[in-house]
Each structure stands twice: as C-alpha cells, then as structure tokens.
C-alpha cells in the first residue's frame, strides 16, 4: 500500500512540475530562442553589441535554472562549463565588443543555443507526454459519465463508436484507465528523461572537460604548494615563538639552578620548579602543534571518532552522526577533519548558534559532509571568507564546497571529496 501510495504521489508531482516546466520551455526557450538568434545576426550591424551579452546572459541564467531542478529533482548533475571573463574587462563600448566577442567565442554559449532549439521540440514533447497521460484519461472518464457530450462529435478522432451507444462510454473509460496506468508508471521516468536530454545538450564534450579539469589540477596544484608553504610558514613561526622559546627559558633556568644549588638551595628549588612549568607548557603546546599538523586520533580510530572528540570541545550542544564503512586515504582523512573543523570554527565564532549538526557518510565513491548550525545565517563563500579557504583545501582533492545560508538560518555547509574506503 506504502508503494503504491508513493508511485501515486511521485506521478502527480512529476505531472505538476512538468506542467510548469513545459511553460518555460514553450515560452521561455521560444523566446530566447528567437532574441539570441536575432542578436548574433544583428551583431555585423552594430546592434547586436548592445543586445547579445544580455541576451546571452538570461539564456545562460535560464540554463543554469534547469540545471539547478535537474540536481534538485533527479540528482542529475550537468557541469557549468562557461568561461569567466577577465578580470581587467573594459567598460563602455570598447568592453562590450570584448565581451559579446568572448561569448560568442565560448563553445558552451552554441551549446546553450542548440538546446534552446530541443528543449523547445524534443524537451516539451516529453513533458507533454508526461502531463498528457495523467491529463487525457480525464476527459475518457467525463465522456463515460455522460457530462460533455460534445467530446463525443463525430469530429473527434476517438468518437469511433455511435453517440447513443453504450460502447461510447465504457470504451472512453477502458481508454482512461489503461493511460492513467501507463501515466502512473511513466509520468516519472518522462521527466527524468527531459533532463537526461538536457543534460546530453548542455554538457561539454569530453575533450573539453578533460580541458577543463587540467585547468582545474593546475590551479589546485598551485594552490596545494601555496598552502603547504603557508602551513611550513605557520609551523616554524609556532615552535619558534612558543616550545622554542620555552625551552631556551628552561635550559637557562637549569644553569642557574647549577650555579646556585649548592649557595641557595631554596632559590634553586624555585628555579627548577620554573623548570618544570616551561617544560610542561612546551609539551602541551607541541601536543596542540602536533594536533594541527595531524592529530593522533585521527590516525588510531579515523575521521568519525576525531570529529566526535572536536564536537566535544565546542562551546555549545553538537550531534555527530557517522556512516563510513571504511577508512579513506590519510592525506583526504585529513582534509575532511580540517574542512569540518574550520567549518565548526566559523559557527562558533560567527553564527551565534547553540546547537550544531555534523553527518559524514560514503556513497557513490564520495566522501560527504554536513555541517548544519541553527545560527543567524548569512554565511557566503567570497574574498575574505574562511569557507574559500575550505573550498581551496577541498579542491585540492577534487573536493567541492556548497554553502546554504539564507538569513535568518539555518546555515548548512557540505562538503564532498571523491574517494573510495579501504
């Protein structure tokens, strides 16, 4: 019953958002369609400068909607493949030339325009289909019940039978009930098909995305190298002005100590006592440097229990779930407890939350993480933001990073890193 309930329930959904979908693939693909089209023509003539970077820029906005529903939706995940523009672009007309060219140059703007031209044939035909067999047996079962005559016109290919027979009706409602059962069983799949053939136009090609993630690899790879120095930078500055320091304090404590153990026996034992504090402070304050090099609970008992002893220290109430079947490589084990650990460190100190929510789990060969805090919200990756930092640690590894924090909360962070488990 539970089954047949949630097929019920996942058909009229798939009927209600296709009915919504086909709108903007009838009115909104048409019309881009035909502006863009008119815009590139125009372009020889000097008006198409004004119009196509404008244009161009809602047909990629009205694309990247429908890659927004595809992941939302089916979890179909469609690449953003467009180019940025150069930070130095020029203004006034000299920068629109440069940027109507830039986009006419990009491969994923001619992509976009082939699937406008789909999305508005092949796309709303599968829609169509889906809205069409939950919407069509409709009529079958008015025309059984006698209420709308005039569906029953010779006129109409299905009146196949006389007006004023029985057959008429029971036929309607046969027709009705076997395309109510074909709509429950397909309504679904249709719409899921609408975005497998968005996804097969909006997607790059393979030697463009091999392009891509080689641009990808080689900013990660200077961004990797970069942090690492940072991270030498940090460590040497750590052990100079803190263990260092402490100890040179204790090794001159102790040849005081020699000089006076046997004239002052009791300013002797205060040294040593002194001694004794350095030592133990240098030894904690190399534990904490050890800690944020590699800690050692992530090394004996892996990411779940390390994550659990870094919510323990948090200020507020935190929940840790955890669903690894496995242990991951130590360099990505690493990078998880730090991205999930600097993301705690920003709720503590920025979200005004009370109450934390962090969940690791393994599916697909991704490693992935939550961090979700009930906190005032606001939280963004930009210039500035500690989660950039995150999402370069992440990236590192073919990580990513998204980020859901409306105003007013709550603000949860994921996090994923392909991997496998051992």
Same mark, same amino acid.
């Given at each position: 019953m539970g089954t047949a309930k949630g097929r019920v329930r996942g058909a009229l959904s798939a009927v209600g958002r296709g009915f919504v979908l086909s709108f903007a693939c009838l009115v909104g693909s048409i019309t881009l369609f035909v502006w863009t089209v008119l815009s590139i023509v125009f372009v020889p003539l000097g008006i198409g400068l004004m119009t196509t970077p404008y244009t161009l820029e809602l047909v990629r906005k009205h694309a990247n909607r429908r890659r927004l529903l595809a992941v939302t939706w089916f979890d179909i995940r469609i690449p953003v493949p467009y180019r940025p523009f150069p930070e130095d672009l020029r203004t006034g007309f000299t920068g629109r030339v440069e940027r109507t060219t830039l986009m006419l140059k990009d491969p994923a703007t001619w992509r976009d325009i082939r699937w406008l031209l789909v999305d508005m044939t092949a796309g709303y035909v599968v829609l169509a289909l889906a809205v069409g067999l939950f919407v069509y047996p409709l009529e079958g079962f008015v025309l059984a019940a006698g209420l709308w005559r005039v569906f029953t016109d010779d006129r109409y290919w299905?009146?196949?039978?006389?007006?004023?027979?029985?057959?008429?009706?029971?036929?309607?409602?046969?027709?009705g009930v076997v395309l109510l059962a074909v709509g429950l069983r397909f309504s679904e799949p249709l719409l899921r098909l609408h975005f497998v053939i968005t996804r097969a136009m909006l997607a790059p090609v393979r030697e463009q995305e091999l392009a891509r993630r080689i641009d990808r690899?080689?900013?990660?790879?200077?961004?990797? @190298?970069?942090?690492?120095a940072s991270e030498l930078r940090r460590i040497e500055r750590d052990l100079h &002005?803190? #263990? +260092? =320091? /402490?100890? @040179?304090?204790?090794?001159?404590?102790?040849?005081?100590?020699?000089?006076?153990?046997?004239? &002052?026996? #009791? +300013? =002797? /034992?205060?040294?040593?006592a002194a001694a004794r504090e350095s030592s133990a402070e240098a030894l904690a304050e190399l534990r904490d440097l050890v800690r944020g090099i590699h800690p050692p609970v992530l090394a004996e008992r892996g990411l779940g229990d390390a994550v659990r002893a870094l919510a323990l220290r948090l200020p507020f109430a935190s929940e840790v779930e955890v669903e690894l079947t496995g242990r991951a490589d130590a360099a990505v084990e690493s990078a998880a407890y730090f991205a999930v650990s600097e993301t705690l460190t920003n709720a503590a100190k920025h979200s005004g939350a009370d109450r934390v929510r962090v969940d690791i789990w393994h599916t697909d060969s991704v490693l992935r993480m939550s961090v979700t805090d009930n906190g005032r919200g606001g939280a963004r990756v930009g210039a500035g933001s500690g989660l950039s930092g995150i999402e370069r640690r992440l990236g590192t590894f073919d990580g990513v990073l998204a980020v859901s924090s409306p105003a007013g909360g709550p603000t949860m962070v994921t996090m994923e890193i392909p991997c496998e488990l051992s």
């Amino acid at each position: 019953m539970g089954t047949a309930k949630g097929r019920v329930r996942g058909a009229l959904s798939a009927v209600g958002r296709g009915f919504v979908l086909s709108f903007a693939c009838l009115v909104g693909s048409i019309t881009l369609f035909v502006w863009t089209v008119l815009s590139i023509v125009f372009v020889p003539l000097g008006i198409g400068l004004m119009t196509t970077p404008y244009t161009l820029e809602l047909v990629r906005k009205h694309a990247n909607r429908r890659r927004l529903l595809a992941v939302t939706w089916f979890d179909i995940r469609i690449p953003v493949p467009y180019r940025p523009f150069p930070e130095d672009l020029r203004t006034g007309f000299t920068g629109r030339v440069e940027r109507t060219t830039l986009m006419l140059k990009d491969p994923a703007t001619w992509r976009d325009i082939r699937w406008l031209l789909v999305d508005m044939t092949a796309g709303y035909v599968v829609l169509a289909l889906a809205v069409g067999l939950f919407v069509y047996p409709l009529e079958g079962f008015v025309l059984a019940a006698g209420l709308w005559r005039v569906f029953t016109d010779d006129r109409y290919w299905y009146a196949f039978v006389p007006v004023d027979s029985q057959a008429t009706g029971l036929a309607a409602a046969a027709l009705g009930v076997v395309l109510l059962a074909v709509g429950l069983r397909f309504s679904e799949p249709l719409l899921r098909l609408h975005f497998v053939i968005t996804r097969a136009m909006l997607a790059p090609v393979r030697e463009q995305e091999l392009a891509r993630r080689i641009d990808r690899l080689t900013e990660t790879r200077h961004e990797a @190298v970069d942090t690492a120095a940072s991270e030498l930078r940090r460590i040497e500055r750590d052990l100079h &002005d803190g #263990a +260092q =320091a /402490r100890l @040179v304090a204790m090794g001159m404590n102790l040849g005081t100590v020699e000089a006076l153990i046997e004239k &002052d026996p #009791a +300013q =002797a /034992r205060k040294l040593l006592a002194a001694a004794r504090e350095s030592s133990a402070e240098a030894l904690a304050e190399l534990r904490d440097l050890v800690r944020g090099i590699h800690p050692p609970v992530l090394a004996e008992r892996g990411l779940g229990d390390a994550v659990r002893a870094l919510a323990l220290r948090l200020p507020f109430a935190s929940e840790v779930e955890v669903e690894l079947t496995g242990r991951a490589d130590a360099a990505v084990e690493s990078a998880a407890y730090f991205a999930v650990s600097e993301t705690l460190t920003n709720a503590a100190k920025h979200s005004g939350a009370d109450r934390v929510r962090v969940d690791i789990w393994h599916t697909d060969s991704v490693l992935r993480m939550s961090v979700t805090d009930n906190g005032r919200g606001g939280a963004r990756v930009g210039a500035g933001s500690g989660l950039s930092g995150i999402e370069r640690r992440l990236g590192t590894f073919d990580g990513v990073l998204a980020v859901s924090s409306p105003a007013g909360g709550p603000t949860m962070v994921t996090m994923e890193i392909p991997c496998e488990l051992s």
